[in-house]
C-alpha cells in the first residue's frame, strides 16, 4: 500500500519534463526492469537552481523522482551529493520493500546528473561512497 504522499507525487509529479541547456544531465535505469529516468540540473554559484526529471517507470519511480528533485532543488551540490534514497523515502513516508529500488534509481540518477556537470566544469567527478552499482533483481520489477 501506498503512502497518501507517493500518491500524491506520483498523480501531480513535482519538476516534471527536460532543461534543454542543462548543466548536468544524469540518466539510469534497467530497461528490462522498466524503470527509466533521466535528471536535468541546472547549477549557478554552486548551487541547483533548477531540476527537473523525466521518468518512465512505475508510480514509485515517478514519486520518487519527484521528492528526489523537491529534495534537492535549492541545496549546494555537496547538499545534493549527500541526499540519500532513504531521505527520499522518508520523505514520501515510506515505500513498499520491493520499491525502494525506485528511490536509489533517483539518488544514483542525481550522482551521475552531478559528475556530468563536474566533467562538464573540467572537474574529476566523485566517487560513490555506498559503491552503489544500481541493479534489479527480477522479484522486485513490476
Not at 519534463?17 to 536535468?40: H, T
Amino acid at each position: 500500500m501506498y503512502s497518501e504522499k507517493v500518491m500524491d507525487h506520483f498523480m501531480n509529479p513535482r519538476n516534471q519534463g527536460e532543461i534543454s541547456d542543462a548543466d548536468g544531465v544524469g540518466e539510469v535505469g534497467n530497461p528490462s526492469c522498466g524503470d527509466i529516468m533521466r535528471i536535468f540540473i541546472k547549477v549557478k554559484d554552486n548551487i541547483i537552481t533548477d531540476v527537473k526529471f523525466q521518468t518512465f517507470g512505475c508510480g514509485a519511480a515517478i514519486a520518487s523522482s519527484s521528492m528526489a528533485t523537491e529534495l534537492i532543488k535549492g541545496k549546494t551540490l555537496e547538499e545534493a551529493w549527500e541526499m540519500s534514497n532513504k531521505a527520499v523515502v522518508e520523505a514520501l513516508e515510506g515505500l513498499p520493500p520491493v520499491k525502494v529500488h525506485c528511490s536509489v534509481l533517483a539518488e544514483d540518477g542525481i550522482h551521475q546528473a552531478i559528475n556530468d556537470y563536474r566533467i562538464k566544469q573540467g572537474l574529476s567527478p566523485w566517487e560513490e561512497k555506498g559503491g552503489h552499482t544500481h541493479s534489479h533483481d527480477d522479484e522486485t520489477c513490476e
